[in-house]
T-cell receptor, first 111, second 113 residues
Framework: QKEVEQNSGPLSVPEGAIASLNCTYS??????FFWYRQYSGKSPELIMS????GDKEDGRFTAQLNKASQYVSLLIRDSQPSDSATYLC???????????FGKGTRLHILP | ETGVTQSPTHLIKTRGQQVTLRCSSQ?????VSWYQQALGQGPQFIFQ???????GRGNFPPRFSGLQFPNYSSELNVNALELDDSALYLC????????????FGSGTRLTVV
């Protein structure tokens, strides 16, 4: 089982709708969870971090964490064409605190 | 406050050659992590340096090596380049704890021919 799993997509969402991105992880010792956005040809940019079970909101973005299910999600409300990118889920490796990334989900917002 | 800078931005090397990539960490950050990102994949952890010492390594062979200097800048060296080493190499700095996530540099695109 891979350490961090994401559906590679592409996920196509109409402009203005809610985009839902999901991620599962295998290390029960993980304590820190991150979502990065990566535009084509660019480096990853941190957009959300979450450490406790529940929801964390920042503008149009909401991160959700369920440690019992080892599941992290990212919701993007009122999706814009500029949200089209690859979204990387990242989790700290519980044993030594390094950050491990999933393969990413490609999101395409349809105008 | 300056961000993370990497050099060069692009590089073409021949199989079997050696390459050195450089990274200047963000001001105040004493930890540097290196990642390899192949096309269509997520970043893969190579190794991390903390206060000039290697502080963890991913599943990469010994021909991938690194250094961190007293000013916390870092180098990634790859010997005996292989075609599969073609990738975007990312450097990330942090303030000694991963709690707040990483700040990435713009990366070095390495092509091995």
């Amino acid at each position: 089982q891979k350490e961090v799993e994401q559906n590679s997509g592409p996920l196509s969402v109409p402009e203005g709708a809610i985009a839902s991105l999901n991620c599962t992880y295998s290390d029960r010792g993980s304590q820190s969870f991150f979502w990065y956005r990566q535009y084509s040809g660019k480096s990853p940019e941190l957009i959300m971090s979450i450490y406790s079970n529940g929801d964390k909101e920042d503008g149009r973005f909401t991160a959700q964490l369920n440690k019992a299910s080892q599941y992290v999600s990212l919701l993007i409300r009122d999706s814009q064409p500029s949200d089209s990118a690859t979204y990387l889920c990242a989790v700290n490796r519980g044993g030594d605190d390094k950050i491990i990334f999933g393969k990413g989900t490609r999101l395409h917002i349809l105008p | 406050e300056t961000g993370v800078t990497q050099s060069p931005t692009h590089l073409i090397k021949t199989r079997g050659q050696q390459v050195t990539l450089r990274c200047s960490s963000q001001s105040g950050h004493n930890t540097v992590s290196w990642y390899q990102q192949a096309l269509g994949q997520g970043p893969q952890f190579i190794f991390q340096y903390y206060r000039e010492e290697e502080n963890g390594r991913g599943n990469f062979p010994p021909r991938f090596s690194g250094l961190q200097f007293p000013n916390y800048s870092s180098e990634l060296n790859v010997n005996a380049l292989e075609l599969d080493d073609s990738a975007l190499y990312l450097c990330a700095s942090s303030g000694g704890t991963q709690v707040n996530g990483y700040t990435f540099g713009s990366g070095t695109r390495l092509t091995v021919v």
